[in-house]
């Protein structure tokens, strides 16, 4: 059965430069199956290596469209030959941009780039397996993957015969381009030609396949390494571990780390207990994932800092943010392994949700002292947390200006609770001046922060502040509600601003707001009398 790697193709690498029009190689029954054609001179001998790269890219310039007929880019196919060869089927073929191709080889350091550019001027009967290997190589590090595995697949049709360097350097290119099926097919083919792949090549193939989630595929792979008398590695049992828990197969994981801790032959590393930790806290399994943490620390290996944050994650996701604070205050304490910015993110944000600002305040503070700085969003939930707590007034407005000076806009909800924090605390000026910001920004007023706000200020007896912020409200189309009316009836009462009152108690009857106004004026002269009675009993006696 013909090999999915063989192609019909022929080979594109140019060679040496003849006269001629479009840089085109000859069919396979030519005397040389590379040969080609175009008008541009090769380089001179002796010039410099920017002299040489200038000659050979105005070469590839000088051929017609510059394209040249071959396999280098399987993404393009040309029009069937009519001529044909009888069997009704004409070849099919490919191209690719001569110089776009010779400009990623110019990418490479320069003894390897003039040394592929020279194999690209000579005359293809002179050049051996290791020259072509040389040019797969070349695109395989300029990063032309695609490109790469169309050579390689048309090597055998135009009678060169890959060796294990060129398996080896298909399958690399096959996973780099997240081919991972195709991948284990050159590789398959490879052991039945009889070589024997490196370490490296089984490895890349595993991790490959077990990140698209063919972990059937991988134990294959994993079990012809084993055949070979290749022995795998412990980045090859990494691979495997993670696509198990990538699969969900968590069990089978820890069940092969543990054999890992008795075998004589590989030790895991922290990473490999990282991976099996990380598998069990994503599925909610934090419990058993704090075992492999301590385990991991008795085998005397050191956590990272991935394995920290993936206990912190899984501490979170389970609705357990003050375990997360207390693994993070420990962290803290580590130098050799400090929070960084993610670890505070992760228990900052957990902390938030569950409503234990004073925990997310602490954590704020020491995520700050490390050097980093929280996201806007963080930081408006904290000064919502901190405005709501009365005693925490000074945090709020220190985590406010922060928020704001950060280029990040408060929501509305955030500054209503600022300014009912703030004239809760007795800023009152604060209060108003920020609702006053606010009206300008066209944000909703909440009405219970204007409220506040009337309330503080008519308690100071400031009963003409108060009607400027209810004025406020009404300018801006909403309804103030009873409780601000009320506040400022009864002080404008208590003043004896009787026409004042009846003004305002007349806005609120137009907006369909019952008050008492005779309950005011009652509580007024009551005042009043009380005021009075107290004046005549200090006064001396004739």
Not at 236 to 248: D, F, M
Request: glycine share 10%; with cysteine.
């Amino acid at each position: 059965m013909a090999s999915p790697f063989h192609s019909s193709f022929p080979l594109s690498p140019p060679s040496s430069c003849h006269g001629g029009g479009v840089l085109q190689f000859a069919t396979r029954a030519a005397t040389s199956p590379f040969a080609c054609y175009c008008r541009a001179p090769a380089a001179r001998d002796g010039g410099d290596d920017h002299d040489h790269d200038a000659g050979i890219l105005q070469a590839l310039a000088f051929n017609g469209n510059g394209s040249v007929h071959g396999v280098l880019d399987p993404g393009v196919e040309e029009e069937e030959d009519e001529a044909g060869d009888g069997g009704g089927g004409g070849r099919r073929g490919s191209r690719i941009r001569a110089r776009d191709c010779a400009k990623r080889i110019m990418g490479l350091p320069v003894e390897e780039r003039v040394k592929v550019l020279d194999l690209l001027q000579r005359d293809d009967g002179a050049l051996t397996v290791s020259d072509y290997n040389d040019i797969l190589s070349a695109l395989a590090r300029a990063g032309d993957h695609d490109s790469a595995v169309a050579f390689f697949r048309a090597l055998r049709p135009n009678g060169v015969t890959p060796d294990a360097q060129s398996y080896a350097t298909a399958v690399q290119c096959l996973c780099r381009k997240g081919a991972p099926d195709e991948a284990k097919e050159a590789l398959d083919e490879m052991v039945a030609r009889g070589f024997r792949p490196t370490v490296a090549t089984f490895s890349a193939v595993v991790g490959c396949l077990c990140k698209r989630g063919r972990v059937t595929r991988a134990m294959e792979v994993f079990d012809t390494m084993r055949a070979v008398g290749c022995e795998p590695t412990i980045r090859t049992y990494n691979s495997l571990i993670g696509g198990l828990c990538y699969v969900g197969r968590l069990e089978e994981a820890l069940d092969l780390l543990n054999k890992l801790k008795e075998s004589p032959k590989q030790t895991p590393d922290i990473y490999t207990f990282t991976i099996v930790l990380d598998g069990f806290c994503k599925v909610g399994r934090t419990d058993e994932a704090t075992p492999i943490f301590h385990d991991a620390v008795r085998n005397g290996l050191s956590p990272t800092i991935f394995t920290y944050n993936a206990l912190l994650n899984g501490h979170c996701k389970e609705g357990n943010p003050l375990k997360a604070y207390s693994l993070l205050m420990e962290m803290c304490g580590n130098a050799a392994c400090p929070p960084d910015r993610i670890s505070f993110s992760i228990v900052l944000q957990a902390l938030l949700r569950a409503g234990e600002t004073s925990a997310a305040w602490q954590a704020y503070k020491r995520m700050e002292r490390a050097g980093f700085e929280a996201d806007g969003r963080a930081l408006d939930t904290l000064a919502r947390g901190l405005c709501r707590q009365c005693a925490a007034l000074a945090d709020a407005r220190e985590v406010f200006g922060k928020l704001v000076a950060s280029g990040h806009e408060p929501v509305s909800y955030t500054y209503c609770l600022m300014a009912q924090a703030l004239a809760r605390g007795g800023e009152v000026d604060a209060a108003v001046s920020l609702l006053g910001e606010m009206a300008r920004r066209g944000y909703a007023l909440r009405k219970r922060a204007y409220t506040d706000v009337v309330r503080a200020l008519c308690e100071r007896g400031r009963a003409r502040d108060a009607l400027r912020v209810l004025a406020l409200v009404i300018a801006r189309d909403f309804v103030p509600g009873r409780n601000a009316f009320d506040a400022l009836l009864g002080e404008l009462a208590r003043q004896g601003r009787w026409p004042d009152a009846m003004a305002v108690y007349a806005a609120a009857v137009k907006r369909g707001v019952l008050v008492s106004l005779k309950r005011h004026s009652k509580e007024a002269m009551l005042v009043q009398e009380q005021t009075e009675t107290r004046e005549s009993s200090v006064q001396p006696c004739n």
